[in-house]
C-alpha cells in the first residue's frame, strides 16, 4: 500500500477519498494547511535536533492541531460573545425602550391625574364637574361604567297645586338617585336603588358603639364643626380605611340590582359624605359672626391700646421712683370667624368592571378612594370658598344700597309716583270711577318700575344677585318668571315645584328684562295657565315674603317684588274693571232690548189704534157720501123708476205712511251690540282651593340635578 493510500485510509472517510484519488498528490500535499505545517515542523526538528525525532514531530503536530481547535474556538467563542453582547444590547435597548414608555405612560397618567385634580380643585360647584369625573375614572381605570348617586328622600309626586315642598314626604324611604355617569353609561341616569335592595347603602352604615346607624342623605340639624363630636372612625376593608364596599365577583352577590343584563366583573362603591355649607341659615350665621367677630376685634384692639397706655404710666411712675420696671407679658388671643355651619350631604361614587371578568387591583381600588377623598375635599373648600363670596357680596350690596338710598332712591321713587300720578290726567278718566282710575295710577307707576328695572342701577344689582350661590326669597324670581309666561319645568328642579337656581341664575339677561318691561296685566289672557301660574297663586304665595326683609336684604331685589305685586293688583283690578264694564254693558242691553221690546208693543199698539181711528173715520165720511148719494138717489128713482144700490169699498189702510209719521213722533231705540266675551285664563274668580307655600324653609342653591 503506497503512503497516500494509507494517509488516506486512515484520516478520510470512503467519500473523501474518492474525492481525493482524482487529484494528483502532489496538490494535495502543497496544499498551505498541509505543505506549511509540515514545512514548519520539519524546520523545528532540524532546529531542535531530539532524540526522538517522529515522536517530537507527531506531538509538535498534534500541539499545533489543538492550538488551531482552541484559536477556534476562541474564534467562535468570540464570536458568539460579540453575537450575545449585540442581543444582549438589543434587549436592553428593548427594555429600555418599554420602560421609556412605560415611563412616558406613567408620566402622561400623573399628568391628567395631577390636571383632573387641578381642575376637580378648580371648580366652582357640585355640578361642574362631575361627569368629568366619572369620564376620567372610567378612562384612567379602563372601567366599564363609573356613575354618582345622591342619597335622598324619595320625591312624592306633585301636582298643578303643589307648592316648593310638595315633593317632600319624611315619611317615604331614603334612595340613591343617580344624577351623573360616564359617557357610555348615561342609561343609569336618574335611576333609583332603594335601601332594601342594594348593598350601596351598606357604606353609610357605620355604627358608633352604643349607637344606631344615621339614616343617609337625611334633614340633619346644622352642625357647628367647633362643636362637633368625634365622629365614628369608618369601617376598615381590605386595609384600606374609608368608608367603601368592594364586591369582586357580582353574579356572587344577590343584594345587587342591574339595570341591564348582568355580566361577569367587579363593583367598587365609595362614599362621597361631606359637609356642605350652602343654606340659608348658614350665611345668616355667617353674616352675624362677621359683626360678632368685628366687634370682638375692635373691643380687643381697645383693650390692647388702654392697656399698653396703663403700661406706660406704670413705668413712667416706677422710673421716676427710681424704681427697676419689668414689663409684664400679655398674650391676647386671636380674634377669628368661627367655621361655617354645616349640614352631611351624601352621594356615592360607583365603579365597575362588568363584561371584562376583571378584578381591581388593590392599587387601583386606593388610587379610587383617594381620589373620592380629594373630591370630598374639594367640595368641601368650593362650598366654603362660594359662601365666603356670597357673605362678601352681600355686605358690600347692603352698604351700597344705604349709599343708594341716600342719593337716589328718594328721587326714584318720587319719579315712580309722578308717573301714576301723569296717568290719570288722562281726558277719558274724567268720568271714570274709582277702581278705573285706580288701575290707570297703577299701570303708570307698574310701566314706569320696570323702565328703571330694565335699566340703570336696578338692572345692574339683579344681575349681581345672580352671582349668589346661595340666594335668599328665590320665589320672587320662580314668581317672576311665572308672571313673564314660563312653565314649570322650564325655571324648576325636575318632579318639583323649587326654584332650579344654577339654572335660572343664567335666564336672568337681556331677554328677562325685556319681557319685564313689555309685560302688561291689562286686557284678556286667553292662553291656557297652570293653576301654579294663576295670579291667585302668586298673590297668595308672595303675602309670605315681608317686604322688609327683602329691602333689608336687597334694595333692587325688593323693587322687583313690588313690581310683581303692582302686576297681580293691577291685573286683578283690570279683570275686575272689564268685567263690571262687561256686566254695565250686558245690563244696558238689557235695558235697551226691553225698552225695545216696550216701543215695539207701543208702536204696534198705537199703530192698530191709527189704523183702526183711520178706517172709522174713513167709514164714517163714506157713510156719509153714501147718504148724500141716497138722497141724490131717492130723487132719481122717484123719476126714472130706477133702484141703485150702493156699499162702502173695503178700506185700505196706508201702514208705511202712519209707521213712518209714529217713528218721526217716537224714534226707534237703539240695542247696543253684545259685549264680547273677554277670557281671563290666569285667574279663578272664586277658587276653591289654591294652593300656599309653607312658611319659608332653609333651601340650598347647589341641589345636585338636578338636579344634576
Known amino acids: 500500500m503506497c503512503i497516500r493510500d494509507r494517509y488516506m485510509g486512515q484520516d478520510m472517510s470512503v467519500k473523501e477519498k474518492e474525492k481525493m484519488i482524482g487529484p494528483p498528490l502532489i496538490e494535495y500535499l502543497a496544499a498551505p494547511e498541509i505543505a506549511n505545517i509540515i514545512s514548519k515542523g520539519m524546520s523545528i526538528l532540524y532546529e531542535k535536533q531530539p532524540r526522538n525525532p517522529v515522536e517530537y514531530l507527531a506531538l509538535w503536530l498534534l500541539n499545533q492541531s489543538n492550538e488551531k481547535l482552541i484559536k477556534q474556538k476562541f474564534e467562535d467563542g468570540k464570536k458568539n460573545t460579540k453575537q450575545l453582547q449585540e442581543k444582549y444590547e438589543r434587549e436592553k435597548k428593548r427594555r429600555a425602550d418599554e420602560k421609556a414608555l412605560e415611563d412616558e405612560k406613567a408620566k402622561q397618567k400623573m399628568l391628567e391625574v395631577t390636571a383632573f385634580r387641578e381642575r376637580v380643585a378648580k371648580s366652582l360647584s357640585i355640578n361642574q364637574e362631575i361627569f368629568l369625573i366619572c369620564d376620567f375614572l372610567q378612562k384612567y381605570l379602563q372601567a366599564t361604567g363609573v356613575y354618582i348617586g345622591h342619597v335622598e328622600r324619595t320625591k312624592k309626586p306633585i301636582t298643578e297645586e303643589s307648592n316648593d315642598q310638595g315633593h317632600i314626604d319624611e315619611s317615604l324611604p331614603q334612595i340613591i338617585r343617580y344624577v351623573a355617569a360616564s359617557a357610555d353609561h348615561k342609561f343609569v341616569l336618574e335611576q333609583t336603588l332603594k335601601a332594601d335592595e342594594t348593598i350601596t347603602f351598606s357604606i353609610f352604615q357605620a355604627v358608633p358603639e352604643g349607637g344606631a346607624a344615621p339614616a343617609p342623605g337625611g334633614e340633619e340639624e346644622e352642625q357647628n364643626p367647633a362643636k362637633k363630636e368625634e365622629q365614628p372612625e369608618a369601617k376598615k376593608e381590605d386595609g384600606i380605611k374609608y368608608p367603601h364596599k368592594f364586591i369582586p365577583d357580582v353574579t356572587k352577590e344577590s343584594k345587587l340590582k342591574f339595570f341591564r343584563v348582568p355580566k361577569l366583573g367587579c363593583y367598587l362603591v365609595v362614599s362621597l359624605k361631606y359637609n356642605s355649607c350652602l343654606y340659608e341659615s348658614s350665611l345668616d350665621k355667617a353674616i352675624e359672626a362677621f359683626h360678632e367677630t368685628k366687634d370682638r376685634k375692635e373691643k380687643q384692639e381697645r383693650e390692647i391700646q388702654d392697656h399698653e397706655e396703663s403700661t406706660q404710666k406704670e413705668k413712667r411712675d416706677k422710673e421716676a421712683a427710681g424704681e427697676e420696671y419689668h414689663e409684664p407679658h400679655k398674650e391676647w388671643p386671636k380674634v377669628v370667624e368661627p367655621p361655617y355651619l354645616t349640614k352631611e350631604r351624601d352621594y356615592v361614587l360607583c365603579v365597575d368592571t362588568l363584561g371584562q371578568d376583571r378584578v381591581f387591583t388593590e392599587e387601583e381600588r ?173 298673590e297668595k304665595n308672595l303675602e309670605e315674603i315681608k317686604e322688609d326683609d327683602v329691602a333689608a336684604y336687597s334694595t333692587s331685589y325688593h323693587q322687583l317684588l313690588r313690581w310683581i305685586k303692582e302686576c297681580v293688583k293691577i291685573r286683578k283690578l283690570n279683570i275686575n274693571v272689564r268685567k263690571n264694564k262687561r256686566q254695565a254693558a250686558k245690563e244696558e242691553r238689557e235695558k235697551k232690548t226691553k225698552e225695545r221690546e216696550e216701543w215695539q208693543k207701543k208702536r204696534g199698539e198705537e199703530l192698530t189704534n191709527a189704523i183702526n181711528e183711520a178706517k172709522a173715520n174713513w167709514i164714517a165720511e163714506k157713510q156719509k157720501e153714501i147718504e148724500q148719494s141716497k138722497a141724490e138717489q131717492d130723487e132719481f128713482e122717484n123719476l126714472e123708476g130706477i133702484v141703485v144700490k150702493q156699499e162702502i169699498p173695503e178700506y185700505k189702510a196706508d201702514e208705511a205712511a202712519l209707521m213712518t209719521e209714529w217713528d218721526e213722533k217716537n224714534p226707534p231705540i237703539e240695542i247696543p251690540p253684545e259685549a264680547a266675551e273677554e277670557i281671563d285664563n290666569d285667574y279663578e274668580a272664586n277658587p276653591c282651593l289654591l294652593y300656599t307655600s309653607p312658611s319659608p324653609r332653609d333651601a340650598t342653591l347647589s341641589r345636585m340635578p338636578s338636579s344634576a
Open 366 to 538: 386606593k388610587f379610587v378612594i383617594d381620589i373620592a377623598q380629594h373630591i370630598v375635599n374639594c367640595w368641601q373648600e368650593c362650598e366654603n370658598i362660594a359662601l365666603t363670596k356670597d357673605k362678601q357680596l352681600r355686605l358690600a350690596i347692603k352698604l351700597r344700597d344705604e349709599e343708594f338710598k341716600n342719593e337716589e332712591f328718594g328721587r326714584i321713587n318720587d319719579e315712580i309716583e309722578k308717573a301714576g300720578e301723569d296717568a290719570l290726567s288722562d281726558e277719558t278718566l274724567v268720568e271714570a270711577k274709582e277702581d278705573e282710575k285706580e288701575m290707570a295710577s297703577g299701570f303708570g307707576r307698574i310701566k314706569c318700575l320696570a323702565k328703571h328695572l330694565a335699566i340703570g342701577r336696578y338692572k345692574q344689582e339683579i344681575i349681581e344677585l345672580t352671582q349668589y350661590t346661595v340666594l335668599k326669597f328665590q320665589r320672587i324670581f320662580q314668581y317672576a318668571f311665572y308672571l313673564l309666561g314660563c312653565k314649570r319645568e322650564d325655571i324648576c328642579e325636575k318632579n318639583t315645584n323649587t326654584l332650579h337656581w344654577n339654572k335660572v341664575r343664567t335666564m336672568i339677561n337681556e331677554e328677562f328684562f325685556t319681557k319685564l318691561s313689555e309685560y302688561t296685566p291689562i286686557g284678556p289672557k286667553p292662553s291656557p295657565c297652570p293653576k301654579y301660574r294663576l295670579i291667585n297663586a302668586i
